[in-house]
């Protein structure tokens, strides 16, 4: 079963619109969620994080919002740029359970000017 | 020079062969990981390992086996490789640290014929 779920496959945005990824999540007991962009023949690289004891958290043009009672995030780009085009992975890090990041499936963002 | 570097980068091999990848990482992180990445599928576990002498079944270990020879190297072996093995793998790293934030290496394109 799916512990952390990226429901839309992918997701077209015109430059200079905002971009809403998003990600669902089942288990409550996740102590950090983080967003992973990745470009072709690259490896995923850290974008930004959050703690479950926050619901926000903004770096520039990245900001994700947390919803714990509805065991949701998402993650807005404003504005959107050509170069943000990639796949964007949602994972969650569960602490006590001592284990690797939980991804979900991804979404691809493509980013048209 | 890359914080975590993989060889091969791009790998075609025959149904029955016994392949090896490996993963080096000069971050000085004790924790390492393997994944693989199929489309659609997202990023899924193999193995993983906390230290050199700790290693760890992931989510689709089946089919897999590591070698963890150093703090620095983590090598994954398919030992009789099917074609259903063709993927993406990744080599990861981390602190041990509640967020968790992984360094990802850059890949290796695997392909079974």
């Known amino acids: 079963d799916q512990q952390v779920k990226q429901n839309s496959p992918s997701l077209s945005v015109q430059e200079g619109r905002i971009s809403i990824l998003n990600c669902d999540y089942t288990?409550?007991?996740?102590?950090?969620f983080l967003w992973y962009k990745k470009y072709p023949a690259e490896g995923p690289t850290f974008l930004i994080s959050i703690s479950s004891i926050k619901d926000k958290n903004e770096d520039g043009r990245f900001t994700v919002f947390l919803n714990k009672s509805a065991k949701h995030l998402s993650l807005h780009i404003v504005p959107s740029q050509p170069g943000d085009s990639a796949v964007y992975f949602c994972?969650?890090?569960?602490?006590?359970?001592?284990?690797?990041?939980?991804f979900g499936k991804g979404t691809t963002l493509s980013v048209s000017s | 020079d890359a914080d975590v570097t993989q060889t091969p980068r791009n790998r075609i091999t025959k149904t029955g062969k016994r392949i090896m990848l490996e993963c080096s990482q000069t971050?000085?992180?004790?924790?390492m990981y393997w994944y693989r990445q199929d489309p659609g599928l997202g990023l899924r576990l193999i193995y993983y390992?906390?230290?050199?002498?700790?290693?760890n079944k992931g989510e689709i270990s089946d089919g897999y086996s590591v070698s963890r020879q150093a703090q620095a190297k983590f090598s994954l072996s398919l030992e009789s490789a099917i074609p259903n093995q063709t993927a993406l793998y990744f080599c990861?790293?981390?602190?041990?640290?509640?967020?968790?934030?992984?360094?990802f290496g850059p890949g290796t394109r695997l392909t079974v014929l």
């Open positions: 990861a790293t981390s602190d041990p640290t509640p967020l968790n934030e992984q360094f």
């Open positions: 971050k000085g992180h004790d924790r």
């Open positions: 994972a969650a890090s569960a602490d006590q359970a001592g284990t690797a990041l939980i």
């Open positions: 390992s906390f230290d050199v002498k700790d290693i």
């Open positions: 288990n409550s007991m996740f102590d950090y």
